[in-house]
């Protein structure tokens, strides 16, 4: 009876020592949707542009490897006909396509980012900033187009 009432007795301390009492901070702030936003346009962009590069420097490497190939076909084929030509084997390298594959999964997984992105800014419930207008005027009897800066406030509500 003493070890169940010691455990029981355990058992509530240290319940009550760690319970607490979670509060959840449900409203989060503009500044914060608008960093979020920055920071998942970043990752876009630099998944987009790494992506692009790998893709470049695969379809590069196959393109390489393809006219290697086509290079020592055409010289095997010289050589039936002529005996000073040795015959030579090539292969190609399977990292040219990798690359290639690897760096379009890439720029297609940022196109998430960039939606998520744009969907954090649009929550910022106020924005403020500069926007370019185009205005019109007449000036000695006819009308000319200029733009001009204008600061916009936008609030949703």
Do not use: C
């Not at 962009?45 to 190939?69: C, M, N, P, R, W």
């Not at 998520?116 to 800014?121: C, F």
């Not at 926007?131 to 600061?151: C, D, L």
């Amino acid at each position: 009876m003493k070890k169940i009432s010691l455990f029981l007795l355990l058992l509530a301390t240290t319940t009550f020592s760690f319970a607490r009492e979670v509060v959840k901070n449900t409203q989060v702030m503009a500044p914060d949707y608008l960093i979020k936003s920055q920071h998942q346009k970043k990752a876009a962009l630099v998944l987009l542009s790494g992506g692009g590069l790998l893709a470049i420097a695969g379809f590069y490497l196959f393109v390489k490897d393809v006219t290697q190939e086509t290079a020592v076909m055409f010289n095997n084929v010289v050589g039936v006909f002529d005996p000073n030509v040795t015959q030579v084997e090539h292969k190609i390298s399977a990292v040219g396509p990798v690359l290639f594959f690897t760096g379009l999964a890439s720029m297609l997984g940022s196109i998430p980012l960039f939606v998520a992105s744009r969907h954090n800014k649009k929550r910022i419930p106020i924005s403020a900033g500069l926007k370019i207008e185009n205005g019109s005027m007449i000036r000695w009897a006819t009308i000319s187009k200029f733009q001009y800066p204008a600061v916009a406030i936008r609030i949703s509500l």
